[in-house]
């Protein structure tokens, strides 16, 4: 029988979609500005996979910490072992995996985001694998399966031999709400590992090469924009490279919206991102990979949602990287929280990756075998 240590943080990923960047310290403004909790409804998809499983006897915390998911999906096998009884907090974190590890567990699953990874690192560090439901805003950290459903595929697939060391990184957040990106190595974690199934950490390129590549993408972006179409630019230095080609300032985290060469809108959450495509313009969107992890939505990008790429169309998603980044990133990633929609993507997609030049990356796709992973 497996022992796993099962816990959710309620909150992860609030801040996304309502454009905080994240949620560490912030889920009030996140509240009041129309957030609602997703944690569960990803962990949901790892438990129903698991669900089915023999072998498997979960423990877990009280209420919206893990029991109300276990309970929901029909998993049996499950006690609690730690109770929160208000709102969880970091706090409850760090006391459940202590528990968890007190208790002699195999394995230590979460659904949250580096916060939640980095609460874990503290309580139990190397003494225990642990593994990641991606829930969070950036998920920057190497502990992440890379959906929620290849969590489950990594649950029932693991053995001793297959767990490797795993990056758990710091992000600055109020910094990185400011515009700018610090990171700093955590910790690291022991992950089970499957070629192709767990993220990497994010990888910054900035040697003097790659701001030439970024400006040769900007000046054939620009070149090609066509006149009373909204383009939409999700974050990066890539799409921020275009933005100052044309003569504007973007915000570098967060996703913004020009039209004719002017802003129409800084760093918008998805409500009015919404709204915007309601007034029923043309509309493109412009976005690039993390660099290694490859993925070009899901991760820091939460505003453009999956009604957002639907009423948009794939047809009308730019993705643009510097060869650099391509050599770097061996398989593109999506996952936008609508696994249906994720499948719509296809097999490959062609990236921008300089003036009249363009790269097809392969995608991947859990129900297939990826020749370059």
């Given at each position: 029988?497996?022992?796993?240590?099962?816990?959710?943080?309620?909150?992860?990923?609030?801040?996304g979609?309502?454009?905080?960047?994240?949620?560490?310290?912030?889920?009030?403004?996140?509240?009041?500005?129309?957030?609602?909790?997703?944690?569960?409804?990803?962990?949901?998809?790892?438990?129903s996979?698991?669900?089915?499983?023999?072998?498997?006897?979960?423990?877990?915390?009280?209420?919206?910490?893990?029991?109300?998911?276990?309970?929901?999906?029909?998993?049996?096998?499950?006690?609690?072992?730690y109770?929160?009884?208000?709102?969880?907090?970091?706090?409850d974190?760090?006391?459940?995996?202590?528990?968890?590890?007190?208790?002699?567990?195999?394995?230590?699953?979460?659904?949250?985001?580096?916060?939640?990874?980095?609460?874990?690192?503290?309580?139990i560090?190397?003494?225990?694998?642990?593994?990641?439901?991606?829930?969070?805003?950036?998920?920057?950290?190497?502990?992440?399966?890379?959906?929620?459903?290849?969590?489950?595929?990594?649950?029932?697939?693991?053995?001793?031999?297959?767990?490797?060391?795993?990056?758990?990184?710091?992000?600055?957040?109020?910094?990185?709400?400011?515009?700018?990106?610090?990171?700093?190595?955590?910790?690291?974690?022991?992950?089970?590992a499957?070629?192709?199934?767990?993220?990497?950490?994010?990888?910054?390129?900035?040697?003097?090469?790659?701001?030439?590549?970024?400006?040769?993408?900007?000046?054939?972006?620009?070149?090609?924009?066509?006149p009373?179409?909204?383009?939409?630019?999700?974050?990066?230095?890539?799409?921020?490279?275009?933005?100052?080609?044309?003569?504007?300032?973007?915000?570098?985290?967060?996703?913004?919206?020009?039209?004719?060469?002017?802003?129409?809108?800084l760093?918008?959450?998805?409500?009015?991102?919404?709204?915007l495509?309601?007034?029923?313009?043309?509309v493109?969107?412009?976005?690039?990979?993390?660099?290694?992890?490859?993925?070009?939505?899901?991760r820091?990008?939460?505003?453009?949602?999956?009604?957002?790429?639907?009423?948009?169309?794939?047809g009308?998603?730019?993705?643009v990287?510097?060869?650099?980044?391509l050599?770097?990133?061996?398989?593109?990633?999506?996952?936008?929280?609508?696994?249906?929609?994720?499948?719509?993507?296809?097999?490959?997609?062609?990236?921008?990756?300089?003036?009249?030049?363009?790269?097809?990356k392969?995608?991947?796709?859990?129900?297939?075998?990826?020749?370059?992973?």
């Open positions: 029988m497996r022992r796993i240590g099962f816990l959710i943080n309620p909150v992860a990923g609030m801040g979609a309502v454009g905080l960047k994240g949620t560490d310290g912030n889920v009030e403004e996140a509240r009041r500005r129309g957030a609602s909790p997703q944690a569960k409804n990803r962990a949901h998809i790892t438990l996979l698991l669900a089915r499983e023999p072998g498997i006897s979960f423990f877990t915390c009280s209420g919206q910490m893990g029991e109300e998911a276990l309970k929901e999906t029909g998993v049996q096998e499950y006690q609690v072992l109770h929160c009884h208000d709102e969880s907090s970091a706090n974190t760090r006391q459940a995996a202590l528990a968890f590890k007190m208790a002699g567990v195999d394995l230590v699953l979460f659904c949250g985001g580096d916060g939640t990874a980095r609460d874990i690192f503290d309580a560090g190397r003494d225990l694998p642990i593994l990641g439901i991606p829930a969070g805003v950036k998920m920057y950290s190497a502990v992440f399966a890379i959906d929620p459903a290849i969590a489950a595929e990594l649950m029932t697939g693991y053995d001793a031999h297959s767990l490797r060391d795993s990056e758990i990184m710091d992000v600055d957040e109020d910094a990185y709400r400011a515009g700018v990106l610090k990171t700093r190595l955590y910790g690291i974690a022991r992950t089970p499957l070629p192709g199934k767990v993220q990497l950490s994010k990888h910054v390129f900035e040697e003097g090469n790659e701001e030439r590549a970024k400006g040769k993408i900007a000046r054939f972006i620009h070149e090609i924009m066509i009373d179409v909204l383009y939409v630019l999700g974050a990066g230095t890539t799409t921020e490279a275009v933005a100052r080609d044309i003569g504007v300032n973007k915000t570098l985290l967060g996703v913004d919206a020009i039209k004719n060469g002017k802003i129409v809108a760093d918008i959450n998805e409500q009015i991102l919404w709204d495509l309601l007034q029923g313009e043309e493109k969107i412009l976005i690039s990979p993390i660099g290694a992890q490859g993925f070009i939505l899901g820091g990008n939460q505003q453009i949602s999956p009604r957002i790429i639907r009423r948009v169309g794939l009308n998603i730019i993705v990287a510097t060869p650099h980044k050599r770097e990133t061996p398989v593109l990633y999506v996952d936008s929280g609508d696994s249906g929609l994720d499948a719509e993507f296809g097999e490959t997609v062609l990236v921008v990756s300089g003036y009249h030049m363009a790269q097809r392969r995608i991947y796709h859990s129900d297939t075998i990826q020749s370059e992973i």
